[in-house]
């Protein structure tokens, strides 16, 4: 047995944001851009460490919303063309910096990193399920999911029937696209609600995740601290994120993200080229929009940036991989000192974190496996937390307390003057919804489809992005809109059937299900409060 464990845990989540209508969808650009620079990274990164056999092990938490964008046919021909303008401006890039070596270089890199990408995407026939399903039956990629429309349950759920639903939905969901279904959940922005965990262990979920401080006053306090899980009073486990090594992946000030010699993340040539020269890859209106190609490394903390070098980021990157082992290998040696099992270090991050914000992220990931690997001893292993709760079924119970992770960590990022206002209307379509699919307990035709379609409008207004959004103030006003539109499109449905109209309506629900046709095989029922 090893001294001790680290469980490497990413939580890959974007908010629901296809647009059949608009190929140049500013939203979904998010996940246009999520995909080249995190996902399908993260692919190569698994794939590559398969193909030479290094010992890994990590958990991958993809939230609903997200598998079912990437398993949508519009989305896929979007992203499609949008990789096809990023090559071609790849290649313009060539050409232009064929004078400066300095940027030449960086010029190539993009490239070949887009030609990669294009050839994973044509392998797998646009469908990344694919290639996380493949990695998921390699053995070394525990896939686990999320809250349905990653819905803040500490707040939405004041009607169980809602948490319930957040929670049925999403395990169908994973299910289906994996063959499987999830042995953990990642709930929406780690929000724990005491009793959430009984509706877990009714979907057979075994583990989920909370912020430090939710188990460290966890009732009673665990003895391992955040180093060990605890069994909530339904039986279901729960591990607290680590802060260390939080610290040093997350900061931008302390951690390794903000080293002088990575890519900064601030200056792209879609907002620095001249217009007619980029224009045809930024937005059609005319809007500055971030093309993914930046020059310059973070260089200090004025505005002077010098051009980015790959070869020193690479090097950073191993140096600190290696340098995250050897704090992991200290702190598992402290830890060992005070507990009579071997600790497990949780490092839980958002995905996105990798490639996309921290562009050398998945070559820290790479090498620290590697570098783990090569290791003449063997300081820890890695480990997924379904593997852990196998070697180690036997733990303490106790009761983590309500918590989240974010700001402060008690809910104010999702609830303060900002975004306050949207959960009376929340709580007031939910409880609508609930009482829809109690009175038709058996709807057919017509009557299905439309509340099928409340069923979904209603989820993806409760998502957590929203209020998010709002809080941050980045915008604010899109973030404002999802929100009342999907409302209205539950009022509307709803005003249909009560007044028996639903028939003079149907090209309006067929244009709603066209729309938002999120969870293909949803069922209302899901809504029906417990006989």
């Not at 996309?356 to 090498?367: A, I, K, N, R, V």
Request: hydrophobic share 35%; proline share 6%; with cysteine.
């Amino acid at each position: 047995m090893p001294p001790g464990y680290v469980a490497i845990v990413l939580h890959a989540h974007l908010p629901y944001v296809r647009d059949p209508e608009d190929n140049f969808s500013i939203a979904e650009k998010w996940y246009h851009e999520a995909v080249t620079e995190t996902y399908i990274p993260l692919i190569h990164v698994c794939q590559r460490l398969n193909r030479d056999n290094v010992p890994y092990k990590i958990t991958i938490s993809l939230s609903p919303p997200l598998t079912s964008m990437m398993a949508d046919p519009v989305i896929q021909e979007h992203y499609y063309d949008y990789l096809t303008r990023l090559r071609e401006l790849a290649a313009k890039e060539i050409w232009r910096t064929k004078n400066d070596p300095r940027f030449h270089i960086i010029a190539r890199m993009y490239q070949d990193i887009f030609e990669n990408t294009y050839r994973t995407y044509e392998a797998y026939n646009w469908n990344l399920i694919k290639a996380f399903k493949e990695l998921q039956d390699s053995g070394k990629v525990e896939l686990i999911t999320c809250g349905t429309t990653h819905g803040f349950l500490p707040l939405i759920g004041i009607h169980r029937e809602v948490a319930r639903a957040q929670i049925e939905v999403a395990v169908n969901n994973h299910r289906r696209l994996f063959g499987k279904p999830p042995s953990g959940l990642w709930l929406p922005e780690c929000a724990y609600n005491p009793g959430d965990d009984a509706i877990l262990k009714d979907y057979g979920i075994k583990y989920f995740f909370v912020d430090a401080h939710g188990l460290l006053y966890a009732n009673p306090r665990p003895r391992y601290s955040i180093f060990a899980p605890v069994y909530t009073p339904s039986g279901v486990a729960v591990f607290g994120r680590d802060l260390e090594s939080s610290e040093q992946v997350w900061s931008a000030d302390e951690g390794y993200p903000g080293d002088v010699d990575y890519r900064e993340f601030y200056r792209d040539i879609g907002h620095e080229l001249d217009y007619d020269y980029i224009k045809n890859y930024i937005h059609p209106s005319g809007i500055r929009l971030d093309t993914g190609m930046k020059y310059y490394r973070i260089t200090g903390k004025s505005q002077y940036k010098e051009p980015y070098v790959p070869d020193w980021a690479s090097s950073k990157a191993n140096t600190h991989a290696g340098n995250f082992i050897f704090n992991r290998e200290h702190q598992i040696k402290h830890l060992s000192e005070y507990m009579d099992r071997p600790p497990v270090i949780v490092c839980p991050y958002d995905a996105e974190l990798f490639g996309h914000w921290w562009f050398e992220g998945p070559q820290w990931l790479e090498s620290l496996f590697q570098q783990a690997a090569n290791l003449p001893h063997k300081p820890f292993e890695f480990i997924t937390p379904k593997e852990y709760l196998e070697i180690f079924p036997n733990n303490q119970p106790s009761t983590p307390c309500m918590s989240t992770w974010g700001a402060n960590g008690y809910n104010e990022v999702w609830l303060d003057n900002s975004n306050d206002w949207i959960y009376r209307h929340l709580h007031h379509a939910a409880q609508e919804m609930i009482n829809l699919a109690n009175k038709y307990p058996s709807a057919e035709g017509i009557l299905l489809r439309a509340l099928n379609q409340a069923a979904r409008e209603l989820l993806v207004a409760q998502s957590s992005d929203w209020a998010f959004i709002m809080k941050t103030g980045t915008m604010v006003d899109y973030a404002v809109t999802r929100t009342k539109q999907h409302l209205s499109n539950f009022w509307d449905i709803k005003h249909y059937i009560d007044n028996n109209s639903l028939n003079d309506n149907s090209e309006k629900i067929k244009d709603l299900e066209d729309k938002n046709n999120i969870f293909s095989d949803i069922n209302y029922r899901i809504f029906a409060s417990a006989s």
